[in-house]
């Protein structure tokens, strides 16, 4: 069976941009989440999604957004992009145990 | 505010050694507790989950301690190999929909 995957592995944006970042979950789990790892720490918390209905948010700003579609496949959205919001961007996707499985994350650099 | 302390950030053991990482929570809420695995440029992968119902489990050459009244829990990674020498996350999580990560530890094992 697959893993989690996501799109792109890598891109570069330009302050004030806007990216999209895609993932997919493994096949049969319904739930999906995004976190957000910056170099050297610990990944945060951004949306959970469940059966396209948003579940949770971490404490990001409106800047940040995320969908999930009948699929269960999601994206990741980030309007105006800061220097700041450069960082590794994880999916994990869940069935019905805690148990939560990475895909291998984009990595964003904003310059 | 960190919910889990992580510590140490780094070791470094020789081939064979015992290298031990050390969590701390605050949360009472909090009742799985997971431990992850991440190499340069991947995603996190779950190694290891234990519920504060049970005081040890071991998975292969992975043990976690669970220490209920100290509110602690630590890996262990016996009989350690170069091949796991990455960064390990603890985390935590409270039947939510979120996880809340340690800082990491970069553990080094000699050959």
């Known amino acids: 069976d697959a893993g989690v995957t996501q799109s792109p592995t890598h891109l570069i944006k330009t302050r004030g941009q806007h990216v999209t970042l895609r993932c997919s979950p493994i096949?049969?789990?319904?739930?999906v989440s995004w976190y957000q790892q910056v170099l050297g720490q610990g990944p945060q918390f951004i949306f959970q999604y469940y059966e396209k209905e948003e579940r949770g948010r971490g404490n990001f700003p409106d800047r940040f957004s995320a969908r999930q579609f009948p699929n269960y496949s999601s994206e990741l959205n980030v309007n105006a992009l800061l220097l700041g919001d450069s960082a590794l961007y994880l999916c994990?996707?869940?069935?019905?145990?805690?148990?939560?499985?990475f895909g291998p994350g984009t990595r964003l650099t904003v310059t | 505010q960190q919910q889990v302390k992580q510590s140490p950030q780094s070791l470094i053991v020789q081939k064979g050694g015992i290298p031990i990482i050390n969590c701390a929570y605050e949360n009472t809420a909090f009742d799985y507790f997971p431990w992850y695995q991440q190499f340069p440029g991947k995603g996190p992968a779950l190694l290891i989950a234990i519920r504060p119902d049970v005081s040890e489990k071991k998975e292969g050459r992975f043990t976690i301690s669970f220490n209920k009244s100290a509110k602690q829990f630590s890996l262990h990674i016996m009989d350690s190999q170069p091949g796991d020498s990455a960064t390990y996350f603890c985390?935590?999580?409270?039947?939510?929909?979120?996880?809340?990560f340690g800082a990491g530890t970069t553990v080094t094992v000699r050959a």
């Open positions: 994990a996707s869940s069935a019905f145990s805690r148990e939560q499985y």
């Open positions: 096949s049969g789990h319904k739930s």
């Open positions: 985390a935590a999580n409270s039947n939510d929909y979120k996880l809340s």
